[in-house]
């Protein structure tokens, strides 16, 4: 039967999607999804830089130098003490806490106060940026690249001098550093209440002869980070320059020349994790090449992303000024859209992977906070977003069920007809189709449930997965997070057995409820007249059960209330025709 094969075919579609989707996601999620760093920094030499037109290179932003071998401590111990071994400014916001090394004036000591890395608020903070000397080198670096020869600018290991006080969102800091020979640099850290940074750098010219500058700001990073493996989510060097995403995995710079460069006037450049970003913000009306490169260093990659600003040049007595700003911290979709708007900067929200599915994952997203802003769980949200997409798709959904009620009735007409014409194939279609065109019935009409949730599912599913919010939100009772899969499992009975199955055996109890929704629902359609065909609609939702089982609990919640309300919804179409 041709109509029940494509039916069929429908329901393996979705199967496949979903197999395809599970290949593609991580095993399991990170329980501390922070940047993390097993390599320690090496040193490195700054190449030199010349005048354009002169012989030699163009100038390009500095490699940033990395630090001393590793420690034979813990990390956290390593780390304090490479931040205890240089003099510091303090930072302290409502958002982050850390310091400004006054060697180098880099920005290499971040963490974020409302996040951390469990679901426990007294575990420690996610950390951000790390000093070169310490492990897991990663910070930001400005500065300016001289036009002439020998020409003397603040490097990674010049003293800047403070002007006194921590920087605050009430109290910028300014710090000084003169080369001996007529140039008096400055540079100002402002920052505000969440994760944006302000750096405004000067030059005076106290000399007697003109000298030519380029501005730059950089972001390094050492060792390769931990990332999900997986191709649904971009973790790596990305930004968006002359208006267009441009996104590398780190293993991809290691092939070719180890360098992606582009020509951009303003855009931004930086790094992504999955809930984690650091991007540079040059002069948007500044023209800028910016880069993303690799390079190893004594056995050690060192990643980094930065742009490098026009040619200023400053004469005896005058002076001339610069502005960037630099985003450390997480990836709050409403606070990357107010920066956009704030700083015209352009399409910031990328920075989030909303994935193919953009069109309908920000929507959902919005929609589903703001639903929580008035329910104050994301799990209740979850709920009253499905209701609202049942609501959207009723018609359709009503039609379908319509239809496939109307094909339960007409089974037995259809079993006479397959007894009758069961060894001449080509009539009993002819005969099935003259049945279905005099009672008007439609068999193909029952995919539609299923095939309009797909993009919903993925959209949905995106959601979860990519948002920051969606990140150690609870539900209720087992569920503590529901970006991350049931953590219960009936193969030890929910935690009364003391056993830890393995992997493949997590079944926890939301997609095994997922899977009776499934079956009850599948019960209301007309079932297959082929021993086949029924078997294989028999185990499809055992087949789902264990796919959905490593999804995102919210994901699997959205899927079972779903399959609920399409019960009800059919069971009482179904009464309705029988009494019709």
Known sequence: MNEQRNFILAIVLTAVILLGWQFLMPSHPPTSPGPQHTAQAPNATAPS????????????????????????????????????????????????????SLLGGRLDDLALVRYHETPNAKSPDITLLS???????????????????????????????????????????????????????????????????????KVENTGGTPVTLFPYGLVARWGTPATQ???????GP???????????????????????????????IGFTDKYWLTALVPDQSMPIQARMSWHPVDNTDHYQTDWLGQAMAVDPGKTIETSSHFFAGAKELSKLDAYSAKYNIPRFDLAIDFGWFYFLTKPFFYFLRFIHSHV?????????????????????????????????????????????????????NQELMALYKREKANPVSGCLPILIQIPVFFALYKVLYVTI???????????????????????????????????????GAWPLLMGITMY???????????????KMFTFLPVIFTFMLAKFPAGLVIYWAWSNLLSILQQWLIMKRSAKA
């Open 131 to 201: 000093p070169a000397t310490g492990p897991g080198a990663y910070y930001a670096e400005f500065g300016w690249v001289p036009g002439e020869a020998k020409l003397p600018v603040p490097a990674p290991d010049s003293r800047w001098t403070a002007g006194g006080g921590e920087l605050t969102p009430d109290h910028p800091v300014t710090l000084t550093w003169d080369n001996g020979q007529g140039l008096r640099f400055s540079r100002t850290y402002a920052v505000d209440d969440n994760y944006m940074f302000t750096i405004t750098q």
């Open 49 to 100: 830089a010349t005048t354009p037109g002169a012989t030699g290179p163009a100038p390009s932003a500095p490699q940033a130098p990395g630090g001393a071998p590793t420690p034979t401590v813990s990390s956290a111990e390593a780390r304090a003490e490479a931040i205890a071994a240089t003099p510091r400014v303090t930072i302290n916001t409502p958002s982050l806490h850390g310091s400004i």
């Open 376 to 428: 104050a769980n994301f799990g209740i949200a979850i709920l009253i977003f499905t209701v609202v997409i049942k609501g959207a798709f009723f018609p359709i959904a009503n039609k379908s069920y319509k239809a496939m009620s109307k094909m339960k009735r007409l089974q037995p007409e259809v079993q006479k007809l397959q007894e009758r014409f069961g060894d001449d194939k080509a009539r009993l």
């Open 520 to 534: 009850l629902q599948q019960k209301l359609n007309p079932q297959p007249t082929d021993p086949m065909q029924a």
């Open 229 to 235: 493996s997986t191709y649904i989510l971009h973790e």
């Open 238 to 268: 990305l930004g968006v320059l002359d208006g267009t995403l441009k996104e590398t995995k780190y293993k991809t710079l290691h092939e070719d020349d180890h360098t992606i460069q582009e020509k951009s006037t303003g855009g931004w």
């Open 469 to 507: 919010e969606m990140r150690q939100a609870p539900f209720f009772g087992w569920i503590k997070d529901l970006s991350a899969p049931d953590p219960t499992t009936v193969f030890n009975l929910f935690g009364l057995i003391p056993w830890d199955p393995p992997l493949f055996l997590h079944i």
